[in-house]
């Protein structure tokens, strides 16, 4: 039997050049996502995603636009892909959820994390992009 998780979306946080791609693969996957973004502007993620890459069109009927409470509440897996200095505006992440933060900078996720009460609800996810705008992930 599969498992309950299974079926939950996934949630991405800041739909700029990275929260694009997160959902973008995310779809690609065939997954369903849960977004938010301050400034939500028309989002178009086959442009994310670089065609080489992706054979097929993605399907964003299975994005669905939120606010962040309703993301919390309501995924397993959540994306922050927006600076870590923006913390502050999350509220608690509860018992269910975990949060991946995204920061370039592993020093600001670390300090970002110091004040909040759930920090035991994070992970950070250091990826370090060199010129070629490729993405290595740090260990």
Known sequence: MPSRLAH??????????LGKRLAA?????GDSAMAFDRAPQTLDL?????????????DQSKLTLTDTENILRRCSVVHWAV??????LL??????????LHDSVMS??????ESRLDSGRFVI???????????FVSE
């Open 46 to 58: 086959n442009l994310a995603v670089d065609p080489k890459v992706m054979a097929t069109a993605i």
């Open 83 to 88: 600076a870590s200095a923006g913390l502050d």
């Open 125 to 135: 996810a250091h990826c370090l992009m060199n010129n070629e705008k490729r993405v």
């Open 108 to 113: 600001n996720s670390m300090r970002a994390l």
């Open 8 to 17: 939950q979306p996934v949630g991405v946080i800041g739909l700029g050049d």
């Open 25 to 29: 693969q995310l779809l690609a996957s």
């Open 91 to 100: 509220p608690t992440v509860p018992r269910t959820c975990t949060v991946i």
